[in-house]
């Protein structure tokens, strides 16, 4: 069976500090990746996605950064934080295919807080 | 513009029955999601429509109009462990998801 992991769970972080987020899946191959994030009380927010080793899509230009060095792992990073980063940081991956649609399996979510 | 919207908040009763409405604009339609999110949890996947109709899977079903651009989430014989948040995404023409800010759901005895 498949299965996503996510660390670190939580994280308080300075303004101005660096981040990397990591997170890895298990039981599959070449998955779509996602990096989501929740403001409090709020949806999810697409920030980037994967469809293959360093093929990353950003969908909102903020101060985050994301890689995929390996297959099955995705990282988020930023060089310097913002105290508007905080928020549920969300992985999540699907089923990679062509003009098909399936559901998006998330991993346990980092808790950020830039303080 | 995309745009998604569901009830910020609603209230039912342990036993009872709850329906939950998204009504939806995005260019293009190939599917719809609902999610169910616990505080402080990550999403788990509920349902799956592409077709107009009504899909049931135990206690929940969930409802799609394409015409209208509208689904609903039913929860029937509802139990605490119910309260949560549920989330309706769409499939966009290109294949990306839409979220909605999702609709918090309270169960009271």
């Known amino acids: 069976s498949q299965t996503i992991h996510q660390w670190p769970a939580t994280l308080v972080q300075p303004v101005g500090s660096p981040l990397s987020l990591e997170c890895t899946v298990e039981?599959?191959?070449?998955?779509?990746l996602y990096w989501y994030r929740q403001a409090a009380g709020r949806g999810l927010q697409l920030l980037f996605y994967s469809v293959g080793i360093g093929q990353i899509s950003s969908e909102v230009p903020q101060n985050l950064s994301a890689s995929r060095p390996q297959d099955r792992q995705f990282i988020l990073s930023s060089k310097k934080l913002l105290l508007s980063d905080s928020g549920f940081y969300l992985c999540?991956?699907?089923?990679?295919?062509?003009?098909?649609?399936?559901?998006?399996?998330f991993g346990p979510g980092t808790r950020l807080t830039v303080t | 513009g995309q745009n998604i919207d569901q009830p910020t908040e609603m209230t039912a009763t342990e036993g009872a029955i709850v329906q939950i409405n998204c009504t939806y604009q995005t260019s293009g339609f190939n599917g719809l999601f609902w999610y169910q999110q616990h505080a402080g949890e990550a999403p788990t996947f509920l349902s799956y429509?592409?077709l107009d109709g009504l899909e049931e899977k135990g206690r929940f079903s969930s409802f799609l109009s394409r015409s209208k651009g509208y689904s609903y989430l039913l929860l029937k014989e509802l139990q605490m462990k119910d309260s949560a948040s549920y989330l309706c995404?769409?499939?966009?023409?290109?294949?990306?998801?839409?979220w909605g800010a999702g609709t918090k759901l309270i169960i009271k005895p």
């Open positions: 995404a769409v499939i966009d023409s290109n294949y990306q998801l839409i």
């Open positions: 039981g599959t191959s070449n998955p779509n």
């Open positions: 999540a991956w699907s089923v990679a295919t062509s003009g098909a649609s399936y559901e998006q399996y």
């Open positions: 429509n592409v």
